[in-house]
């Protein structure tokens, strides 16, 4: 009874199936109570960056038709849970889930595992493009199921990489990278995904709990503070993504799906983004200082 957006969200999914983009549910978030989430059925990679700019239109038009307005922004308010845009990967082969092995850890495949290793190697520079704004960064802090750590697990929203726990044949099973949002370019944060993850199973880079992957099961922000410290972090800045995407990019590079000036373009543009809010006083700079 207290959900009182179901019907706008009903109005937008049966929009969104519309345009042959199935949708898995509906629900309301943890958040206040205006956060909302929609969850699509898995789609093929050649239509999902197209279908996900369709998404955030509907979504915008539905809300203003009835009164809203609708922000996919990571951290709109302070102290309450940020919006996270999840990504649901699955590699195929000749029709074949390759990411599913019965017996294994979580029933995953040597290449499912190889793939994740991938991307938390390269998770630092990853973020660049999936955590493409200076509000991103807002979001990702502990304790509000926001991941800051880079490693995976069964079930675990504290991870970068979540191995849904209802995902158990070889149809389903899949992987689940937690720390990206929707202020990323979808092209080139799927893309970027997708170039880690191979680049794992080219190089057969295995996550071990040696090198602080995993797999934990549990929530790590409840261990110690120096058992935490042998967890990599995502970079706690915009600025910090960018330097990390300077100094790793190379995997990025094969195939020429990614290329030099792109790179460099990039850095530059959303460097200036970085500027520009370094140099605006702050709000809350007001009660802090005003009275110094």
Known sequence: PFDKYSDVRQEMVELIESIDCPIRYHHHEVGMSSQQEIETEMIEFKTVTNKML????????????????????????????????????QLRKDGKNIFY????????????????????????????????????????????????????GLANRSAAIRIPKYATDSETKRIEFRTGDASCNGYLATSALIMAGLDGIKNKIMPTK????????????????????????????????????????????????????????????????????????????????YNV
Do not use: C
């Open 54 to 89: 369709f998404i955030k239109d509907i979504i915008r038009e539905v809300a203003l038709a009835n009164g809203l307005t609708a922000t996919l922004m990571a951290k709109p308010l302070y102290n309450e849970a940020g919006n996270g845009m999840h990504f649901h990967i």
């Open 210 to 289: 040696e090198n602080g992957y995993g797999p934990f099961d549990d929530n790590v922000f409840k261990w110690s503070e120096e058992k935490q410290a042998g967890l990599r972090s995502v970079p706690t800045s915009l600025e910090e993504a960018l330097k990390a995407l300077k100094d790793d990019h190379e995997y990025l590079f094969a195939g020429d799906v990614f290329n030099e000036e792109l790179i460099n373009s990039w850095i530059t543009e959303k460097t200036k983004e970085v500027i520009a809010l370094s140099k605006r006083p702050h709000p809350f700079e007001m009660s802090m200082y």
């Open 101 to 152: 092995k019965k017996g294994g850890y979580a029933d995953l495949s040597d290449e499912a595992l190889y793939f994740i290793g991938g991307i938390l190697k390269h998770g630092r520079s990853l973020t660049a493009f999936t955590n493409a704004s200076t509000n991103s960064f807002k979001r990702l802090i502990p304790g509000f199921e926001a991941p800051t750590k880079l490693f995976f």
